[in-house]
């Protein structure tokens, strides 16, 4: 029986990754690259026609995407984690995850997995549709692709009309 065993502390960043790699894969991504390449043309073409204030604003307008939104995703990573991130032991089995946090047990059976999610490095396991245990190749190392596949493989087993999507 193949189980994966790995302890570590969540960070601000895991979320970060996270987020971005949502937001990168989607229109929405395309749409924040289309703007900031806007901004950064109209700022080149402009620089000396709009005076001091119409710079500041387009170099706001320019560091929105860039700058400010990882900034604004990672303080809500810390308000999500907290001031003192807790110790994550987590155990993939054939059976179960089982994940051991402050003192406090969960076993989450295959059947109860909602989804996985999978891209450059991190691994996302949905319990349900509002919460997910990040594994990412900080935590996994090169065993983030046979973690990967397992779990794949793990929840097609036990959700014979349900096909992994990661």
């Not at 894969?25 to 001091?52: E, K, P, S």
């Not at 046979?146 to 097609?156: A, F, G, L, S």
Request: with cysteine; glycine share 8%.
């Amino acid at each position: 029986m193949k189980t994966y065993h790995y302890t570590y502390f969540s960070k601000p960043q895991d979320l970060v990754v996270l987020g971005l790699d949502h937001t990168y894969h989607q229109y929405t991504g395309l749409i924040n690259i289309v703007f900031t390449i806007a901004m950064l043309i109209l700022l080149i073409a402009r620089w000396n026609a709009w005076g001091i204030l119409g710079n500041i604003f387009l170099v706001l307008a320019l560091m929105i995407f860039p700058v400010f939104q990882p900034l604004a995703m990672y303080l809500h990573g810390r308000k999500v984690i907290g001031p003192k991130p807790s110790e994550m032991d987590m155990t993939i089995g054939e059976d179960a995850m089982q994940i051991k946090s402050e003192g406090k047990q969960t076993t989450i059976q295959w059947e109860r997995i909602a989804g996985i999610y999978f891209s450059k490095g991190i691994l996302v396991l949905y319990p349900d549709a509002n919460h997910g245990y990040i594994l990412t190749k900080r935590i996994v190392g090169e065993e983030l692709q046979e973690v990967t596949d397992y779990c794949k493989e793990r929840i097609e087993a036990t959700h014979p009309k349900k096909k992994a999507s990661a």
